[in-house]
């Protein structure tokens, strides 16, 4: 098992780098870069902050710009050199490698703060997301799709599997506006919150009163994030358990007289669930970094998820591919997990073998 995890944390380094230069390559052909936004910038409203560009003061470059006269070239050199972008493709991918491997991920472009300070500052509030929405998820998901296979065609099952195609069908932003139109103001209750992880006085709390303040303003996004992944890891153990259920040798065990709490927990659950495993570091990733998105802008929550879609827009590449190489490297660890916890749920699983 050692050498098998070994070689999988070996094949991480060409996967990064994959991921890395293909990224790269596209973003080289994508058009409105850097340059181009902050001269349209200037160009358009004269009142671009060149803070950061103490080459040229901001009222010559404000006066030019009034003036019709376009940007001094040597402004637009000075602003290339502060990009990076005086070098050749090649050598700014090499460098970004080299400091990559020196955890060196740059500042942003436009925030005058380092990479890693705006992921850290931003993690906490896709974390508690995540965490919370995936606990929630599979707490639900894993009991009732048990049930749904053990009592399958009854109405129980009927009437849930109904349940399970609503909250399929609905995406999860518009759960999230319902759930803001019933009980956040919008037209009926005012219960929840609709701004923050937190209150702005939450440091002036107690601790029982903080936890109870944070679980507050998480209750209507995780619910609307739970209501739309709920179903299908639902229908996954629904159908995962049916499978192992009509398997010769559940019918066997009962033939011996093996009662049947025994044979669905003792036997089908540690076979069905590997398939249910095997989605979690996906979805964990998924939920983590890009499935709220829409729920972190409607709830005006500043995770990681509206950091990323921001820097795309904005063209800035130092979080871009900051980020893209820390949530890959992330997701990368997350898949060599699922296969650890394959072995811990079924020992008799041995990567090494299957491989030889």
Do not use: C
């Not at 358009?44 to 070239?73: I, K, N, Q, W």
């Amino acid at each position: 098992m050692y050498a098998y995890i070994a070689r999988r944390l070996l094949l991480m380094v060409p996967t990064l780098l994959g991921v890395l230069l293909i990224n790269f390559v596209i973003v080289q052909f994508a058009p409105g870069g850097p340059i181009e936004q902050v001269v349209a910038q200037l160009q358009g409203t004269a009142e671009y902050s060149t803070s950061r560009f103490s080459g040229v003061a901001a009222d010559e470059v404000a006066g030019e710009s009034r003036g019709g006269r376009g940007l001094d070239p040597e402004f637009i050199a000075e602003l290339e050199a502060q990009f990076g972008f005086d070098r050749p493709a090649h050598e700014r991918f090499l460098k970004m490698l080299w400091d990559y491997v020196r955890l060196d991920f740059g500042e942003s472009f436009y925030r005058d703060r380092s990479v890693l300070e705006l992921i850290g500052e931003k993690l906490p509030v896709s974390v508690s997301l995540g965490v919370w929405t995936l606990l929630l998820t599979y707490l639900i998901s894993i009991p009732l799709g048990i049930r749904k296979a053990v009592r399958d065609g009854s109405v129980f099952d009927v009437w849930t599997s109904a349940v399970v195609i609503v909250g399929y069908a609905i995406p999860g932003f518009l759960f999230a506006i319902l759930l803001i139109v019933l009980f956040a103001g919008g037209t009926y209750l005012d219960w929840f919150p609709l701004r923050g992880l937190v209150s702005d006085n939450w440091e002036e709390l107690s601790w029982p009163a903080r936890i109870a303040d944070y679980f507050w303003h998480l209750t209507l996004p995780v619910i609307s994030m739970v209501i739309g992944g709920f179903a299908g890891l639902t229908m996954l153990t629904k159908n995962s358990f049916l499978e192992e259920i009509h398997k010769q040798y559940v019918m066997t065990a009962r033939a011996k007289g093996v009662t049947e709490r025994r044979v669905l927990y003792g036997h089908v659950f540690r076979n069905a669930m590997l398939i249910v495993i095997a989605g979690f570091p996906a979805a964990f990733v998924g939920v983590l970094f890009t499935g709220a998105l829409l729920i972190e802008v409607i709830f005006s929550l500043d995770g990681l998820g509206l950091l990323g879609f921001q820097a795309v827009v904005n063209r800035d590449y130092p979080v871009v591919f900051g980020s893209l190489f820390i949530f890959t490297l992330v997701g990368l660890a997350l898949n060599l997990l699922g296969d650890l916890m394959y072995v811990a749920v079924d020992p008799r699983i041995d990567f090494e073998t299957r491989e030889g």
